[in-house]
C-alpha cells in the first residue's frame, strides 16, 4: 500500500502563486510515476502533470505548461506543483497519484490508470 499525502492548497488571487506538496509513504519502491489531477465541481478529473520517477521526467497539460512546474524531493519522497500565473479555471480540488506500471504520457494522463490516490487539497483563485 502508498499512503499519499497533499497539501499547500487554498485562496489566492488571480496572477498569485500556490506551491502544492504530496508526500507519500508506505511501500514505495514500485513507484513508476507520480502525477496530479484536478478536478472542479460538476466536472471531470482532469490530468495536470506527471514526474516519471526513476527518470525525472515530466509532462504537462497544455493548459498549465507554461504556467506549472511539477518537480520532486527524492530524499523525502515528496513531489511538489509550483502553481504561478494562477487563473479563476484553475479553481479545483488537487489530486496526487501514482501508478506502478510503466506507461507513457498518453497512458499517464489517464485517471483511471492510477493505484493510488491522495485525499486532494482545495484551490481557488478569486477574480
Known amino acids: 500500500q502508498v499512503h499519499l499525502v497533499e497539501s499547500g492548497g487554498g485562496l489566492v488571487q488571480a496572477g498569485g502563486s500556490l506551491r502544492l506538496s504530496c508526500t507519500m509513504s508506505g511501500r514505495t519502491s514500485g513507484t513508476f510515476a507520480m502525477s496530479w489531477f484536478r478536478q472542479a465541481p460538476g466536472k471531470e478529473r482532469e490530468f495536470v502533470a506527471v514526474y516519471y520517477w526513476s527518470t525525472g521526467n515530466t509532462f504537462r497539460a497544455n493548459s498549465v505548461k507554461d504556467r506549472f512546474t511539477i518537480s520532486r524531493d527524492g530524499a523525502e519522497n515528496t513531489m511538489y506543483l509550483q502553481m504561478n500565473n494562477l487563473k479563476p479555471e484553475d479553481t479545483a480540488v488537487y489530486y496526487c497519484?501514482?501508478?506502478?506500471?510503466?506507461?507513457?504520457?498518453?497512458?499517464?494522463?489517464?485517471?483511471?490508470?492510477?493505484?493510488?490516490w491522495g485525499q486532494g487539497t482545495q484551490v481557488t483563485v478569486s477574480s
Open positions: 497519484a501514482t501508478r506502478n506500471t510503466p506507461s507513457d504520457d498518453f497512458i499517464a494522463s489517464r485517471s483511471d490508470k492510477y493505484d493510488y
